[in-house]
């Protein structure tokens, strides 16, 4: 059985804590970047469905 000093407690609850705050760093990052993508995709969304309608409305296809 291993036995461990004070300091070696300190310096593993110091590491969980960084490593804890990098998780919520790399957290933060995921949701802002998940937020942009919906805001992108719903943007793409609606410049496909403006382009369908102006399609079909003037009764052309614009081939791609």
């Not at 937020?35 to 079909?56: G, H, P, Q, T």
């Amino acid at each position: 059985m291993k036995r461990y000093t004070k300091a070696d407690l300190e310096q593993i609850v110091f590491t969980q804590l960084e490593n804890l705050n990098a998780m919520n760093d790399l957290l933060r990052i995921m949701k802002t970047q998940n937020e942009l993508l919906e805001k992108a995709n719903k943007k793409l969304s609606r410049e496909i469905s403006d382009f369908k309608v102006r399609c079909y409305t003037s009764g052309k296809m614009i081939k791609p």
